[in-house]
């Protein structure tokens, strides 16, 4: 606590003496919950002692910063304060605070180095990314030494050396990388972008003793000696000609103890690892297509020990971004059932097709699909499918300035629920989705914007009607009030207690004042899976009030 204090305060001192010569900025996100017990929605059997006992939490982030141009100088502290909070292990209310991120930056004509916590991504992040994503309860920064040089205007060389952070502590492996990238213009309508990576992980020696004692238990010829040192390489390469782009990346990583979960082997093997990754795409006024290929094996790179840690956790410690291709979705039944990336195994492709008419009328279509490598794992239940989704849209404008605008369509997917989100559920679940969304604007600053939205999912919850209408005033108000009823429950659904329909509702508004912005809001929201990117958590059922503050000054 002290140490935490005296921190801040000489960081506080520090700024509030230098703004004089320099620049001086922050910010405040505070976010509060209230529960209120509602046994109808299960939310008591997720997260019981904050109903009973605590009954509200509070995640509060308050960041300074200061900039001096003529020196090159940036620097940063960031105080964390997290009380009774679901944001890190839904289950299991946390509560610390103290320093969540330092950095001081120095900037020379061609170089640039940072000594605390940094955030860095090499290539499409499948070497290396650390970075911080709220929603979901992940900032993996690494605390060390981080240097950027730039030789020449084509040329960037990065390199570091750090600690993984998860929340207030540490991961004890040592991880250090370098990455080269090289960008040129060859012609005016040839872009050239290539990149090299290598990044080193050395565990401690309690972290291998820990997986070398649980190896020590297996039968003689399934026993090896996990190795400290894992290395991946990578090489990515970007090409742009006139209006394609291809973007491919192959990584390789070394042999290392990987664990296989419970729905595989349930154990340590001794492999190596691989992802491939390429895209690419075509794009010209009113029309665009992309692609995407995927093929991921053993590619489980991690700051700590995977078996000994929980699933929440296991985000937080990961060293290797598996980009997603899956499409994301921003509406509230067909993200849903969303397919989070894997790192076993994995073989995925995407289709994107955009078509517009004269700026008035657009369609668009998406088609993905996750199988397995053909291998028998226990995992895949009846089938080596584990995801496929068909989506279209149509989406239309009444006039130039938007002042009426729509969008319809429909969605289905068919998901392995077995293997994302455990044995108790479905082998085989299918998804249909059908929406719609219109906003009509009666000035330049109100709007009024409504959703409509039906899901039938007849081996989980049944189906679904949700409901929103969202009235704006710009720049100040926002009020909303929306419904998801499960109106048809299913009746088998081992998910479920009380299987009668149920309502869902919400109620919102939000006030803005300049760079500060309130929000406060009456939730019930069901238990699921929220997804960013490719990332996912389970999310527990809730039911009460949230409070939110956001400042920039």
């Known amino acids: 606590m002290l140490k935490h204090l005296l921190i801040f305060s000489f960081t506080l001192v520090f700024f509030l003496t230098a703004k004089s010569q320099g620049s001086f900025s922050g910010s405040l996100q505070a976010n509060t919950d209230f529960f209120i017990l509602d046994s109808n929605i299960q939310a008591p059997q997720d997260i ?6 605590n009954k509200s939490s509070q995640d509060i982030t308050f960041q300074l910063k200061y900039n001096n141009n003529d020196f090159g100088i940036d620097a ?20 610390g605070y103290g320093i969540g991120n330092w950095f001081v930056k120095k900037s020379f004509d061609k170089m640039k180095i940072t000594a605390g916590n940094f955030y860095d991504q090499f290539g499409s992040g499948i070497a290396f990314r650390a970075y911080e994503e709220r929603a979901l309860g992940i900032d993996n920064s690494l605390l060390g030494a981080h240097v950027e040089l730039n030789p020449k205007e084509f040329l960037r060389i990065k390199a570091f050396a750090g600690l993984q952070k998860y929340q207030f502590t540490y991961f004890n492996s040592l991880i250090k990388g370098i990455n080269i990238d090289f960008s040129k213009s060859l012609s005016e309508k040839v872009d050239l972008n290539t990149g090299i990576s290598a990044v080193n992980r050395t565990l401690d020696n309690t972290t291998r003793s820990l997986i070398k004692s649980t190896i020590d238990g297996y039968a003689d010829s399934l026993r090896f000696s996990p190795v400290y ?23 390789y990583k070394t042999k290392e103890a990987i664990y296989y979960p419970e729905n595989y082997l349930g154990q340590y093997v001794n492999k190596d690892g691989s992802v491939l990754y390429t895209s690419l795409s075509y794009s010209k006024k009113g029309f665009g297509i992309s692609g995407q290929l ?5 590619f489980n790179f991690h700051a700590t020990s995977e078996a000994e840690i929980n699933v929440n956790k296991l985000n937080s410690s990961r060293l290797a971004f598996i980009p997603s291709t899956v499409k994301q ?34 369609i668009n279509v998406n088609g993905s699909a996750i199988n397995s490598l053909g291998r028998s794992f226990q995992a895949k239940g ?25 969008m319809v369509g429909g969605q289905y997917q068919r998901i392995n629920q077995k293997f994302y989100q455990g044995a108790e559920w479905e082998s085989r679940v299918d998804v249909i989705s059908v929406f719609g969304e219109y906003t009509y604007k009666f000035t330049k600053k109100m709007s009024l914007r409504s959703e409509l939205q039906y899901q039938y999912v007849p081996k989980d919850f049944g189906q679904w009607i949700y409901g929103l209408i969202e009235f704006n005033i710009a720049p100040r108000w926002s009020f909303s009030i929306s419904d998801m009823f499960n109106f048809v429950p299913n009746l088998n659904n081992v998910n479920e207690v009380n299987h009668k329909p149920k309502h869902y509702y919400s109620l919102y508004t939000s006030y803005t004042h ?38 920039n000054f």
């Open 229 to 251: 040192n894992t290395y991946v390489f990578s090489l990515y390469n970007t090409i742009k000609i006139g209006r394609v782009s291809w973007f491919i990346e192959d990584a």
């Open 294 to 298: 995927k093929r991921t094996e053993n």
């Open 329 to 362: 979705h921003s509406l509230r039944l067909p993200a849903r059932y969303v397919a989070a990336s894997q790192e076993i195994e994995e073989f995925a492709g995407a289709l994107d097709i955009t078509l517009s008419i004269k700026d008035k009328y657009a």
């Open 514 to 551: 300049k760079q500060h912005r309130f929000s406060l809001s009456f939730v019930k929201q069901v238990g699921g899976i929220v997804c960013t990117g490719g990332v996912c958590r389970p999310e527990p059922a809730f039911s009460g009030v949230k409070f939110g503050m956001t400042s």
């Open 76 to 95: 940063g502290v960031r105080f964390d304060v997290f009380n009774n909070s679901i944001l890190f292990t839904p289950t299991q209310p946390y509560s």
């Open 382 to 406: 009846d089938s080596s499918l584990f995801y496929i989704e068909g989506y279209i849209d149509f989406e239309f404008k009444k006039s130039k300035n938007g002042k009426m605008k729509g």
């Open 48 to 53: 019981n002692i904050n109903y009973t006992n």
